[in-house]
Nanobody, 123 residues
Framework: QVQLVESRGGLVQAGGSLRLSCAASGRSSSTYAMGWFRQALGKEREFVQAISWNGDITYYADSVKGRFTGSRDNAKNTVYLPMNSLKAEDTAVYYC????????????????WGQGTQVTVSS
């Protein structure tokens, strides 16, 4: 069992930046790929970013490439998602997720989810 706890999101102006983090705990949590999904009001949850257990492989949704980056610190069992050049369409609840591989996460195969954190971008 893996528990995931996201940092608090927030309200930011368009063009601004925000960094999310997610702390993992539980047996073998550092061996899981981790990543982020988001769900805007009235829309389905969508993939944002995934990183392999050792940080070697990272995937991004086309909509965030070049603006969002992802990293992980296995010593702290934490992943980070710095988000830059934020747009109004980035407004959503962001969920941290863990899965067996980064490619399976990208395909929506998360095994564990965080509780979600709201990010609101004002235009």
């Amino acid at each position: 069992q893996v528990q995931l706890v996201e940092s608090r999101g927030g309200l930011v102006q368009a063009g601004g930046s925000l960094r999310l983090s997610c702390a993992a705990s539980g047996r073998s949590s550092s061996t899981y790929a981790m990543g982020w999904f988001r769900q805007a009001l009235g829309k389905e949850r969508e993939f944002v970013q995934a990183i392999s257990w050792n940080g070697d492989i990272t995937y991004y949704a086309d909509s965030v490439k070049g603006r969002f980056t992802g990293s992980r610190d296995n010593a702290k069992n934490t992943v980070y998602l710095p988000m830059n050049s934020l747009k109004a369409e980035d407004t959503a609840v962001y969920y941290c997720a863990a899965g067996r591989t980064s490619s399976s996460l990208r395909a929506g195969g998360a095994e564990y989810w965080g509780q979600g954190t709201q990010v609101t971008v004002s235009s």
